[in-house]
């Protein structure tokens, strides 16, 4: 491929050997990796480094949501361990974000910072129940641009969010997509999907996929079917 690849294998292993094992099957010239909370508080900075060995460019799923000055050095410390993208909250707030951004251009970082507005497993009910009205896409469109206004690169979401937020935040700003299935796979336990190519249709800059490629027997043969879909092979 000749442009960067949109995809990004999320490697939701509970243990470094065998997130290594599905890497070693993987080529980093053809996707990125998602590390999250699960492997990254079992195996630590050593899957960083494993991964960075092996030449994958990393997303970092932690989700940082805390004080400022701690999310700021959370985030500088991912950063200044090479990975390409990290996450906040954006409930975290305008100032929890900013000082997030202004230190990573402090430290002329240049890892991508992007923002989790409303998790997709929220329902309108639940972010009532914490103190929230008004419905999900109403705050997912509020937090997209107080991320965006707060430094922040994009956001990840839905790509049944991706063309609204489009509109309102820009075709620049990053849009990270999980929920993600080609129509060989199987939907598991995601209730809203998409196929890769209607995703970024709608608007996804980065389409994140787990299950379909780390389950599948062959996994480059589905990252290779999944960008023949892509290319509308
Ligand atoms: O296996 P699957 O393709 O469903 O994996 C999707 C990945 O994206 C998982 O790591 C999951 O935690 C993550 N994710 C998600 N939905 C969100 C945010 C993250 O599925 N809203």
Not at 93 to 105: I, Q, T, W
Not at 119 to 143: F, I, K
Not at 185 to 202: E, F, L
Request: aromatic fraction near 4%; charge should be negative; hydrophobic fraction near 45%.
């Amino acid at each position: 491929m000749t442009a960067p690849s949109p995809l990004i294998i999320a490697l939701d292993y509970p243990s470094l050997d065998a997130a290594l094992c599905m890497a070693d099957r993987l080529d980093p010239a053809r996707c990125r990796l998602k590390v999250g909370k699960e492997l990254f508080t079992r195996s630590g900075p050593a899957v960083l480094e494993a991964l960075h060995g092996r030449g994958f460019e990393v997303f970092l799923d932690m989700k940082f949501h805390d004080i400022p000055a701690t999310v700021a050095g959370a985030v500088q410390a991912a950063a200044e361990q090479g990975v390409w993208m990290v996450n906040v909250h954006a409930g975290g707030g305008r100032s929890m974000m900013e000082a997030a951004a202004e230190r990573l251009a402090a430290h002329r970082l240049t890892t991508h910072l992007i923002a989790v507005t409303v998790l997709t497993s929220m329902e309108a009910a639940d972010l009532t129940e914490v103190g929230v009205g008004g419905g999900v896409e109403e705050q997912v469109q509020r937090l997209a641009r107080l991320a965006r206004d707060s430094g922040m690169s994009g956001v990840v979401c839905s790509a049944r969010e991706a063309e609204a937020l489009a509109e309102s935040c820009g075709e620049a700003f990053l849009k990270v997509t999980p929920g993600i299935r080609p129509a060989f796979a199987a939907a598991n336990d995601q209730q809203r999907i998409m196929t890769p190519s209607a995703a970024v249709q709608a608007g996804s800059t980065h389409l994140v996929v787990g299950r379909p490629v780390t389950r599948a027997d062959d996994p480059m043969a589905a990252l290779g079917a999944i960008e023949a879909e892509l290319a509308g092979r």
